[in-house]
């Protein structure tokens, strides 16, 4: 099984919650070898982002307001370092399609719209993977199952009049963003959901998910709903997300529907504790491609 992986996902970011250290983490614990992907062409973003936005982001013409709204300390090779970790999406979902399964230790930025960035997402490289293999595999349906403790807002609203992409979201509901675009299938879940909540949840959707038929999976595994991250509030233990992981890996492999794994968020107090729920994710997937070879 492939894993994607750049240096360059650990970005600069003086003083801010997101801990880009956890990619290196997650590899250096893996012990796996990865391929480090090539940046995203500017013509593929042009199959989701509008031309004027990437404009801004290729000229640094970001307004006050737009680098505001995108909540980084935003420098001009910030840019690159996202195009990288958006062909990092691209390629995972290519080697998923060849091989099963893929995962990508990166990607996830699911608050970016066609025409701005959101909540740390300034490009949406699930939305762009997705237009480039409907582009060159001929690819029709698609199924994004998003588990960050966060609404998918922007990949909801980018494939919001495409019946070709069933989006799932199933987040805890009052939480960020406050704009939350409707989803083929929405669970938004009351504050301290818990263990048994969310996996009741999660079970009751999945058949709903896969009854629209999807080619690939595109399963976005935040590490945030933990019980200690500090951006999310749906208390989940490790022991719970690792069942989360075995539930959407088992469903895509009995469906034998090939899935790629982006990782999104995570913010534990302890960056370790994120680190251990990413890594718990890929090696569900790794053992999942094992056991289906062997079976």
């Given at each position: 099984?492939?894993?994607?992986?750049?240096?360059?996902?650990?970005?600069?970011?003086?003083?801010?919650?997101?801990?880009?250290?956890?990619?290196?983490r997650v590899v250096d614990s893996l012990q796996a070898n990865v391929i480090e992907p090539r940046p995203a062409s500017w013509e593929?973003?042009?199959?989701?982002?509008?031309?004027?936005?990437?404009?801004?982001?290729?000229?640094?013409?970001?307004?006050?307001?737009?680098?505001?709204?995108?909540?980084?300390?935003?420098?001009?090779?910030?840019?690159?370092?996202?195009?990288?970790?958006?062909?990092?999406?691209?390629?995972?979902?290519?080697?998923a399609l060849d091989d099963g399964a893929s995962a990508h230790i990166g990607g996830g930025l699911h608050h970016a719209f066609a025409?701005?960035?959101?909540?740390?997402?300034?490009?949406?490289?699930?939305?762009?993977?997705?237009?480039?293999?409907?582009?060159?595999?001929?690819?029709?349906?698609?199924a994004v199952i998003d588990c960050d403790v966060h609404h998918g807002n922007g990949t909801a609203m980018i494939f919001e009049r495409?019946?070709?992409?069933?989006?799932?979201?199933?987040?805890?509901?009052?939480?960020?963003?406050?704009?939350?675009?409707?989803?083929?299938?929405?669970?938004?879940?009351?504050?301290?959901?818990?263990?048994?909540?969310?996996?009741?949840?999660?079970?009751?959707?999945?058949?709903?998910?896969?009854?629209?038929?999807?080619?690939?999976?595109?399963?976005?595994?935040?590490?945030?709903?933990?019980?200690?991250?500090?951006?999310?509030?749906?208390?989940?233990?490790?022991?719970?997300?690792?069942?989360?992981?075995?539930?959407?890996?088992?469903?895509?492999?009995?469906?034998?529907?090939?899935?790629?794994?982006?990782?999104?968020?995570?913010?534990?107090?302890?960056?370790?504790?994120?680190?251990?729920?990413?890594?718990?994710?890929?090696?569900?997937?790794?053992?999942?491609?094992?056991?289906?070879?062997?079976?």
């Open positions: 099984m492939r894993v994607f992986f750049s240096p360059r996902y650990e970005l600069s970011l003086p003083g801010h919650i997101w801990p880009t250290s956890k990619y290196r593929d973003l042009a199959l989701v982002h509008t031309s004027e936005y990437l404009e801004k982001l290729r000229l640094n013409r970001l307004t006050p307001d737009e680098i505001a709204t995108l909540e980084l300390p935003w420098s001009p090779d910030l840019a690159d370092g996202f195009r990288v970790m958006v062909g990092g999406t691209c390629e995972a979902a290519c080697a025409n701005h960035g959101e909540g740390f997402c300034p490009l949406n490289d699930i939305a762009v993977a997705i237009r480039v293999v409907q582009r060159d595999r001929r690819l029709r349906r698609t495409d019946p070709e992409v069933f989006t799932f979201s199933i987040h805890q509901q009052h939480n960020y963003p406050l704009f939350k675009p409707r989803s083929d299938l929405d669970v938004g879940l009351e504050d301290g959901a818990g263990d048994a909540r969310y996996l009741d949840a999660l079970r009751g959707a999945l058949p709903e998910i896969l009854k629209s038929g999807p080619e690939l999976i595109v399963y976005v595994a935040g590490a945030d709903p933990f019980a200690g991250d500090r951006l999310g509030g749906l208390l989940l233990t490790k022991a719970a997300l690792a069942e989360r992981d075995a539930l959407v890996i088992r469903a895509g492999r009995d469906a034998g529907v090939p899935i790629v794994v982006v990782l999104a968020g995570g913010y534990a107090a302890d960056v370790r504790d994120t680190v251990d729920i990413h890594v718990g994710t890929i090696r569900a997937l790794i053992d999942s491609r094992h056991a289906h070879t062997l079976s």
